[in-house]
Structure formats: structure tokens, C-alpha cells
């Protein structure tokens, strides 16, 4: 292993699920979008997506939990800590929440996503490209998990 390639870990609010990330995340962004903000309890929150090889967890994994099909979240089954989800129209991405890294600050927002569910009374200074929807390509055949979402409720 390259003794330069770059470690984070993340670890959840009572340190039973604990991760590290190898290497460079292909992307990070702040997400606007509703079934999130539910999901997470926050008006927003930023994803720093890796490869899921990338990411080792401890001897205690996190618990999973879907609403929408096709997209699994998951949490610490102790404290509720949100980890991260994996959608299977995003494949082999494992997006982490800047909540569960214990160094959030090595991670910088290069877009907003979602940027139409943003809530009004959110405002921000930066300069950041503001996509409407997915900041990622997704897989078409998979679906929408917005409309899945609608579908069920």
C-alpha cells in the first residue's frame, strides 16, 4: 500500500461503527434534497462519495434501512447516527455523510445537488455550480427515487 495514500475515518456519535476511507473521494457536494433532509433530521447535508472498495468498516457494521426502493441507508443501530447510502443507480458509490467523518473539515462541497428542493431560507455565498436534481449521472433504468418515493406514500 502507498504510504501516501490518504486515510479518513469516520466514526458514529457513540464510536460502535467506526470506518476508514481510502484515497480520494471522486465527489462531494451539499444536497438540498427532501428525502434526505428527512432521512437526516438537517435542512441539508454535504455527501462525500467513494468507491464502496474504498471503504472498510470495523468489527460493527451499520444497520440498514430502505423506504425508497433502491436506495439503502444506513445508520449506527445504537446511537442513530446517519453513516451513508448506496443507490444502485449511483453503482459502486458509497456516499458518506460529512456527520460521520471525524475530520469534516478535509472535505469541501464542489456543487449543490437538489438545488430546487432547497428550502427558502437557506442561503449561500459561494460560487458552487446549483444543479436542479442528481449533481451524478444515474442510471436511467433504474428509475427515479423521487417518483418511487411519491408512488409509496
Keep these: 500500500m502507498d504510504e ?3 486515510i479518513e475515518r469516520g466514526s458514529c456519535f457513540c464510536g460502535k461503527v467506526i470506518a476508514a476511507a481510502r484515497g480520494e473521494p471522486f465527489w462531494v457536494n451539499y444536497d438540498h434534497d427532501d428525502d434526505c433532509r428527512k432521512a437526516l433530521g438537517g435542512p441539508l447535508t454535504v455527501w462525500i462519495g467513494y468507491r464502496q472498495a ?3 468498516f470495523g468489527s460493527n457494521v451499520p444497520k440498514m434501512f430502505s423506504k425508497t426502493p433502491g436506495v439503502v441507508r444506513t445508520f449506527c443501530e445504537e446511537c442513530g447516527s446517519s453513516i451513508g447510502y448506496i443507490d444502485q443507480g449511483l453503482r459502486d458509490e458509497y456516499w458518506l455523510t460529512i456527520g460521520f467523518m471525524d475530520n469534516p473539515e478535509r472535505f469541501e462541497p464542489e456543487a449543490h445537488s437538489f438545488w430546487s428542493m432547497k428550502l427558502p431560507w437557506v442561503e449561500f455565498a459561494d460560487d458552487l455550480p446549483r444543479v436542479p436534481r442528481y449533481s451524478r449521472p444515474r442510471d436511467p ?3 427515479d427515487p423521487s417518483n418511487r418515493a411519491k408512488q409509496q406514500r
Aim: hydrophobic share 20%.
Design 141 to 143: 433504468n433504474v428509475g
Design 4 to 6: 501516501q495514500q490518504r
Design 54 to 56: 474504498q471503504i472498510s
